[in-house]
């Protein structure tokens, strides 16, 4: 009964290669976002979509792409990867509405290593 | 620009400690603050505060928000072993979906 789940858990791969990581949430919410987490455990948005539409993206390299097939779902692809992309990624997901609904629930993280 | 500082960065204690954690902010349009403690996964919740002077409590912790001072603390009593994580601030400002973090403090507790 997982509720926001990420897939996979661990990436290592050679830099200039293209992967994904995959989220699903079975929370019923409306909005899915990615964060990035450095070395140092600093957390950062990234993206957001609410319902399959993009609401922001804070400056994110292009060669990242988010993409919702549907709004239980926020799948990343990140392309030509470099080293300073290795970081834990996390995906997350709430309600928006009232205030109390908003809070944000976050996925096991995938942990990428550029090599 | 919307800014939180946590301090201290970290922290190590005895078991049976009671410590305070500390977390300041300068927000334009403020809507909610949050308090997450993270182990070796996923952020998970803690509290979320939108009223001044209220305290938020979840067994041998507390919480609570200052929104003139723009401070949040967050109290473990009795800490226990199982409370080493690091603990982030976040804060929704009004009108955008995304929270924005402090940098986090790393607290360790010893037997």
């Known amino acids: 009964d997982t509720a926001v789940s990420q897939t996979p858990k661990y990436l290592v791969t050679q830099m200039g290669n293209d992967k994904s990581i995959k989220c699903e949430q079975n929370?019923?919410?409306?909005?899915m976002y990615w964060y990035k987490q450095d070395s140092k455990k600093f957390l950062k948005i990234m993206f957001s979509?609410?319902?399959?539409?993009?609401?922001i993206n804070e400056t994110v390299p292009n060669r990242f792409s988010p993409k919702s097939p549907d709004k239980a779902h926020l799948n990343l692809h990140i392309n030509s990867l470099e080293l300073g992309d290795s970081a834990v990624y996390f995906c997350a997901s709430s309600q928006p509405g009232t205030v109390i609904k908003e809070t944000q629930y976050f996925g096991p993280g995938t942990r990428l290593l550029v090599l | 620009e919307d800014k939180v500082v946590q301090s201290p960065l970290s922290l190590v204690v005895h078991e049976g400690d009671t410590v305070t954690l500390n977390c300041s902010y300068e927000?334009?349009?403020?809507?909610?603050l949050l308090w997450y403690k993270q182990e070796k996964k996923a952020p998970t919740f803690l509290f979320m505060l939108t009223s001044s002077g209220i305290e938020k409590k979840s067994g041998r912790l507390s919480s609570i928000l200052d929104k003139k001072e723009l401070f949040s603390i967050l109290n473990i009593t009795a800490t226990q072993t199982g409370d080493s994580a690091i603990y982030l601030c976040?804060?929704?400002?009004?009108?955008?979906?995304?929270?924005?973090f402090g940098q986090g403090t790393r607290l360790t507790i010893n037997p």
């Open positions: 929370l019923g919410h409306d909005t």
């Open positions: 927000v334009t349009n403020f809507r909610s």
């Open positions: 979509y609410n319902n399959k539409e993009l609401i």
């Open positions: 976040a804060f929704i400002i009004q009108g955008a979906q995304k929270l924005v």
